[in-house]
């Protein structure tokens, strides 16, 4: 079993965390076409070489990215989700809206 | 004692004071405690073990350690069992497999007649075509095939499983992995020594490393000494590693408990596999491996045979004829086929004892006794080439053939690990090429054969791997000795060509699958020649002992065949695991943890029929169940016409504090939060990022910056995940806490429920003007600081209470006790089911799937569509756009009488399918049998009427009926 380093907890067999999908860029919500959302909803870029990911490590509740090398089967780095996202994220109105 | 009981020292292991019976094919037996199966059997004249797979040939001790097919047997109710370790016990009742009619006379050895007409590849080109014979055949094979005989009434043993941690595990207590973990002990380093056999020391315990057997002897018992006197070295004995996983994590079987040990460094000091020689009856009874014939002087104090014939093509192979000589056993003669020599000191002992020595000579083929029970003679014969032999043949009288051409490393745990090997012309064998990281060898694995230098090699590894694990390993270790990797001054131990066949064929290349030279080769003219193409056509290496004696000649002879060198043929992959596991080990004991609420033991003594709710124990109802259905019936005519009380402490509890509460709702929830006003909950309804419905509770805003949000039971978790996801993103100044397990909590619901809670309540006014329906109050009830939520799932009067777990039965008391005077009556979750339908509740998960969308399930009205975003927006924008494919609605029969569909009965329309049933139940109260059911958006409005396929095909009508089915207004739950 693979153990994984968790920035908060140190390392932890792999079976301790929730896998969450790769880190995609969040398309606009509302001026996006259908085609970029569904693309962002639904389809994974499984791609061959070094992907970053979320995993949640779930006895602690805490919500890491991995940036794992998936031809050679190696982690190669974990490190707090703050590290990304690190400013408060706003949605602007959609554009009929009035009021929320 | 038995003629061929040695005295002491010969039988290490056994116990002569313990004589122990049992039986063998219905015969009994003695031995001694300590013997194996195989080895009292062999002390009492029975040398055959089992029969073989295809031509049910007579089998007998091939290695005497368990690693071959033909030790195996059946022990009572087991299977497959390994005579050749499994210890006798008194009253052990063993049969032989694979048998028809007994082991001495199998009526199944008539297949060997045929054997000419099943060349290589038989089933695949019998059996191809046409298919409908097949089934005969079928039949014959599964009766022919498969070994032991499985009873489906065994009874399941205690298995179980423990966590293990090292910093160097050792695998393998001969002297390298002995040498291994002291070494590595040295730096301080939590060391873990495994060892497959009930002793350390390996080949210390039953090899001959020099002509004088003593200082092998006292090497052993100094190394075993010294690690019983260190306290950082643990050992597990009789426990085997039977395979390597991702980050050193290995699975150890020690009697019915699995290990599982994680190790910062492991050394492989497996050893190796001594290897076969191909020759024509090589396969009988009385012809085992030199190691074999030793481990049973050594380890069982059992002669082998009485006259012998040893094949010795390295030093260990004269260590072999010395102990023989030693155990009073006649050797006719050694041949040993490499060329005349400087003879090593072993090879001079034997000389001395006037044994004849002859060169460049191999056994063409054993002579055998009738019925191929065992061995009467060895016929000898020059060798004249690679694998070619003269037409002259000398015999010899003998009824034990040893066989010591060399070894084969048992790296199955360095192929696990994908270490890389290559195969050594000069060496004659496979070499380790590379190691993973964190991955050590030291030993006979490693190419160190002799004693010296596999303890050079340990000591090496042990301080590699020590360091490796981030301890302080000191100086590097010098070598004692010259000549490390190889035996007596440079020859490597390993015949590069131990292969002679025989035109008559049975020179058996596989035991296991009864496969002989021509067989590869007629597999590689078939043009099967890729080695991984060649081991599935011809089934070389795929039986039980897994190409452990198989694999190298038959990629020495692929090689050959096709002209390419080893290196170029390759071998085929090794994986996990190294031997059989028995499920029992798999599966461990029994364990489904389940969660009880706070009140538990208050359902019990209630006379609750309990039931598993997710990861919950909840009351199903209250009663005997010789009533279910009338206990039922009256927990809802409580909550309808007087009240009722029920515990829902499994239902999800989050806390979300802070500047953002209400902003985070609103961007996980789709409903709106940011104008909710303090003192009131709202609905919220949870969709995931393609619109789908996951979730759904409550909001309760106790203060502007704290809201308590409620989930389904069983959802907690994922909504707490959920929640954590997004913000891990947003960055919205929160804090959200999981408090699922922190509350218990009732809902006492029903027209009197304000009635008895006023008793316990002086802090918090109820009156409907002062606590309306949705509105949220902090204060006391019995004394208790409580959450009182005031809202109903079940509709009727109903307030939910939530206070601390440790208060739960007091809470639960004081209310039982307060509503004595109006018969306050505990409800499970079947009635609330069915409460909860006529109010026209949905269940997340029940009357949604893992498509079920808002719109489909009649739920817009939850959507905020102004907001600049929630989870699942843009997705259910986009499927109201498309159209609803389906739409929940509630429904009753048209003919009362009908029968009351069940849930995922189908919803059909001529040929089509529509929908489904989602929930339906009898309705006392409106003496009516009433549901919800997908439907066809045009079979959705109110009056329409569609067709349920109900049991045996029957049809039956559903008509579309406005929700909810009681209490439209819904004045009872707002009074």
């Known amino acids: 079993m693979k153990i994984l380093n968790c920035p908060l907890n140190g390392p932890r067999n792999i079976s301790e965390f929730v896998y969450g999908g790769e880190v995609v860029e969040h398309p606009e919500p509302h001026t996006s076409s259908n085609a970029e959302w569904a693309d962002y909803v639904f389809l994974e870029n499984n791609t061959a070489g070094v992907v970053r990911e979320w995993w949640y490590h779930a006895p602690t509740a805490y919500w890491i990215i991995a940036e794992r090398d998936t031809v050679k089967d190696e982690v190669i780095r974990t490190y707090p989700a703050s590290e990304l996202f690190s400013e408060r994220m706003a949605y602007p109105a959609p554009p009929e809206a009035e009021e929320s | ?975």
Request: aromatic letters at 8%; charged letters at 20%.
């Open chain 2, 1 to 975: 004692m038995s003629a061929a009981r040695l005295d002491a020292p010969a039988g290490t292991l056994i116990d002569r004071d313990q004589p122990v019976e049992f039986t063998f094919e219905g015969r009994r037996h003695g031995g001694f405690a300590g013997d194996t199966i195989a080895s009292a059997l062999m002390a009492d004249g029975e040398l055959v073990l089992s029969r073989s797979f295809k031509y049910h040939r007579p089998r007998g001790v091939l290695t005497g350690c368990g690693q071959d097919a033909n030790s195996l047997v059946q022990v009572g109710d087991q299977t497959n069992v390994l005579a050749d370790r499994r210890p006798i016990e008194a009253g052990m009742v063993v049969e032989a497999q694979n048998v028809f009619g007994g082991l001495e006379n199998d009526y199944g050895s008539w297949l060997g007649f045929l054997a000419r007409f099943m060349p290589v590849g038989f089933y695949y080109k019998a059996f191809y075509k046409p298919y409908s014979p097949w089934r005969l055949w079928e039949k014959l094979f599964r009766r022919l095939t498969g070994l032991g005989v499985v009873n489906p009434d065994a009874i399941h043993g205690y298995y179980d499983k423990q966590y293990l941690f090292a910093d160097v595990a050792v695998i393998g207590g001969g002297p390298a992995g002995m040498a291994a973990a002291l070494q590595a002990a040295k730096s301080g380093a939590e060391v873990l020594l495994i060892e497959e056999n009930k002793t350390l020391g390996g080949a210390l315990n039953y090899a001959r490393f020099d002509a004088d057997p003593k200082p092998a002897a006292k090497r052993r018992a100094e190394l075993t000494a010294k690690i019983e006197r260190t306290d950082n070295i643990r050992v597990l004995t009789d426990a085997l590693c039977n395979g390597w996983f991702t980050d050193n994590w290995l699975p150890l079987f020690q009697g019915n408990r699995m290990f599982k040990l994680r190790a910062a460094a492991v050394i492989v000091a497996t050893g190796s596999y001594e290897q076969p020689m191909v020759f024509r009856n090589n396969d009988l009874p009385g012809i085992m491996m030199g190691s074999a014939a030793q481990r049973m002087i050594h380890l069982y104090g059992v002669r082998p045979g009485k006259r012998a014939v040893v094949v010795a093509a390295n030093s260990d192979g004269y260590g072999v004829a010395l102990d023989l000589l030693d155990a009073g056993v006649d050797v006719a003669c050694v041949v040993d086929p490499r060329p005349a020599a400087e003879p090593c000191e072993r090879q001079s002992a034997v000389a001395l004892r006037g044994v004849p020595v002859i060169h460049e000579t191999v056994i063409a083929e054993a002579v055998a006794t009738r019925g191929n029970r065992g061995v009467v003679g060895a016929r000898i014969a020059r060798i004249t080439g690679e694998g070619t032999l003269a037409k002259t043949r000398d015999r010899f009288a003998c009824d034990l053939i040893t066989v010591s051409v060399g070894y084969h490393g048992t790296a199955n745990l360095i192929h696990h690990a994908r270490g890389a090997m290559r195969y050594d012309e000069a060496e004659a064998a496979f070499v380790i090429d590379k190691l993973p990281a964190h991955l050590f060898a030291a030993g006979s694995v490693n190419s160190a054969y002799s004693l010296e230098a596999a303890l050079n090699d340990g000591h090496l590894a042990g301080w590699a791997a020590a360091k490796d694990a981030g301890f302080e390993a000191g100086r590097k270790p010098t070598a004692k000795a010259k000549g490390a990797g190889t035996m007596d001054g440079g020859a490597s131990p390993n015949y590069p060509w131990p292969i002679f066949a025989h035109p008559d064929g049975k020179d058996f290349v596989d035991f296991d699958e009864d496969l002989q030279t021509a067989d590869i080769l007629n597999a590689i003219a078939e043009g099967y020649d890729n080695i991984e193409l060649l081991k599935r056509f011809s089934t070389v290496g795929m039986g039980p002992s897994q190409g452990r004696h198989s694999s190298l000649p038959s990629v020495r002879i692929a090689a050959k065949a096709t002209g390419r060198t080893i290196n170029e043929t390759g071998t085929t992959t090794s994986r996990p695991p190294v031997s059989a596991e028995t499920f029992g080990h798999l599966a461990g004991r029994s364990f489904e943890p389940v969660r009880e609420t706070a009140l538990h033991h208050r359902h019990i003594e209630a006379g609750a029929k309990m039931m598993v709710a997710g990861q919950w124990m909840r009351p199903e109802y209250y009663g005997p169940a010789e009533s279910r259905d009338a206990n039922i019936r009256a927990e809802i005519m409580a909550v309808r016409e007087n009240v009722g009380i029920i515990d829902v402490s499994t239902l999800g509890g989050i806390e979300v504090h802070g500047p953002d509460a209400a902003e985070f709702l609103n961007r996980i929830y789709t409903f709106a939060y940011i104008k909710q006003p303090v003192g009131r909950a709202r609905y919220v309804l949870m969709t995931d990022q393609t619109g789908v419905i996951t979730d759904d509770g409550v909001a309760c805003r106790f203060r502007d910056n704290h809201f308590y949000v409620t989930a389904t039971t069983g959802g907690a978790g994922a909504v707490y995940q959920t929640m954590l996801f997004y913000n891990a993103q947003w960055r919205l100044d929160v804090c959200v806490i999981n408090s699922t397990a922190s509350y218990a909590g009732v809902n006492i619901a029903g027209p009197k429920a304000r009635d008895v809670l006023a008793r316990l309540c002086d802090d918090v006014a109820l009156d409907g003007e002062a606590l309306p329906y949705m509105g949220v109050r902090e204060g006391h009830v019995a004394g208790i600081p409580a959450r009182i939520i005031r809202i109903g799932f079940v509709g009727e009067l109903g307030y939910e209470i939530h206070v601390p777990s440790s208060q739960g039965e007091a809470l639960w008391d004081a209310l039982m006790d307060a509503g004595s005077e109006e018969n306050i009556l505990p409800f499970g979750i079947e009635a609330q089911r069915v409460l909860r339908l006529e109010k026209g509740h949905i269940i997340i998960n029940q009357d949604t799937d893992g498509l079920t969308h808002p719109h489909e399930a009649d739920m817009a009205w939850a959507l905020a569509r102004k907001k600049p975003y929630f989870v699942g927006m843009r997705s259910i924008a986009i499927q109201l756009a498309n159209g609803l494919e389906r739409k929940l609605v509630g429904f009753i029969l048209v003919e009362p009488d009908d029968p009351a569909p069940k849930e995922c009965h189908l919803v059909i329309r001529g040929t089509e399918i529509t929908g489904r049933v989602t929930s339906c139940a009898r309705s006392e109260i409106l003496n009516k049998i009433i549901g919800l059911a997908y439907v066809a958006p045009d079979q959705s409005e109110i009056g329409k009427r569609f067709e349920i396929k109900i049991e045996q095909g029957r049809m039956i009508t559903a008509e579309v009926v406005a929700l909810p089915f009681y209490d439209p207004d819904g004045k009872r739950q707002e009074m």
